[in-house]
């Protein structure tokens, strides 16, 4: 039974560590398996059928508090896994306090009204579960999750119930905390990446409240435990939150434990936080990041993509698995393998409540740096200007489609695309669908999209690299501003 806990807690550790991607992009904005230059002979017996399917569904129920819960019964393995999604996250950040809904979804772990941070660990240690709770930056949610034997389920779901409705924040944790924290916004600031993602997105939100990516070391240390309780008590609340179940469980037999461990959880009022307005897209221009003496440059462009529920959501998965969603892609085979100019070149994009983001990046050498920026506006402009072929479109719609259908293993993975629908407002039968919507998509209509969300005359670039070195040749592409690592203005 150990070996099986371990099997399923390396599992359900790897489906966390990609569920914020997951659950922006879908499926289909997954990277595939490396390749290098291949020659398709075209002899692998290829089954032209659309996959189609009709998925378990999940029984839903509300608590009398407001609590939505989804059970969904899987019995191959005697697992269970938790996730609680509260519908507050790290877009609730006061603009004094970035890093605030982060700070009280980590610290829930440290300490309740019953146990000590040591002893809630034992605790879950001694079931062999695992017990984690988070809010990233930009997600409008936070994540409470737990997993382990079924056979656990009770204990398991007092635990969570417990760091859930009864945290404390206690002052000696929470000092650690920061200390941990300021290290690691301090080693963030080190990377290139960092540096690019946080321009960007200064670059095209403004003052809205996804364009904030990390604490500060000023933030970090203005927090307090009381700030922490405070919001805790004002979003995490039944009438705010989602509670999924997916593994071997039975639905009445579930339901009754989560009645006992949440049914006692008040419910009040919350009043949905002000996120501020999205400007509309700039003209383009080139943001540079000036790091002296870095020897590549990181190039990052990109613009503004979909909400989670816009129609456009099934389209642009095809284009982007098209231009960059894996070393098959055009960017990863021109960049990469015909010119050699970086090991990888990818594009992705985001969605959710708010319009998402696309964006394309790679990382090069500085003499390169005016040959990378060169094919890949090349490579944008082809993809608005002319269909994509038939047969390279195909494979893209079937990487889709494979990639879905291998997720379909994962229960937490299946639970979380419910989830999703749930969430977001999805038709019930939105991934039974899905394959089919994928493979309709046409050449026309990628090109439609391309045009739509790659518009050449509001693109935004930011590269980080020195300054002195690609200066001059970054103004071949447009205006620049240059800015320091600290996020100043120079010019």
Known sequence: MKRIALIFFVTFCLVVLTGTTARAQGPGGEKGTAVSEV?????????????????????????ANGLTVLVLEQHK??????????KTGALADPKDLPGLAKATAEMLREGTTQRT???????????????????GFGADTSTVSAFGLSESMERLLELMSDVVLNPTFPADEF??????QLAQVEEMRSRSGFLAQERFQKVLYGDFAASIVSATPESLKAMSTAQLKDFHDRYYVPNNAILGVVGDVQFDQVVSLIQKSFGGWKSHPVAPPDLGKISPPAPTKITLVDRPDSVQTN?????????RADPDYIP????????????????????????????????????????GVWRANTEVRNAVTDG???????????????????????????????????????????????????????????????????????PEVVQQTAKKYLDLDHLQFVCVGDGKQIKDTLKKYGPVEIYDADGKRLE
Request: glycine share 6%.
């Open 39 to 63: 020659q398709r002979l075209n002899r692998a017996p290829v089954s032209k059928e659309v996959l189609r399917v009709k998925l378990p569904r999940p029984r839903e129920t509300k608590l």
């Open 77 to 86: 393995l005697p697992t269970v896994a938790f996730t609680l999604w509260v």
């Open 117 to 135: 941070s040591a002893q809630l660990a034992a605790d879950v240690d001694g079931i062999g579960a695992g017990l984690m709770a988070s809010a």
């Open 175 to 180: 000092a650690k905390y920061q200390k941990r």
């Open 299 to 307: 190039i990052l462009a990109g613009d503004f993509a979909v909400r």
């Open 316 to 355: 642009l998965t095809v284009m982007n698995r098209v231009l960059g969603g894996g070393p098959s892609a055009r960017l990863f085979l021109n960049l990469r393998e015909k010119h050699g100019y970086t090991y990888g070149a990818y594009s992705s994009f985001t969605s959710d409540i708010y319009p």
């Open 372 to 442: 990378s920026m060169h094919e890949l506006v090349e490579e944008l402009k082809r993809i608005r200007t002319e269909r994509v072929p038939e047969p390279e479109l195909d494979e893209a719609r079937r990487s889709i489609v494979a990639s879905f259908a291998l997720s379909l293993e994962q229960p937490t993975t299946l639970l979380g695309f419910y989830m999703n629908a749930n969430y977001f407002r999805l038709a019930p039968d939105y991934w039974d669908r899905y394959p089919e919507q994928i493979a309709k998509v046409s």
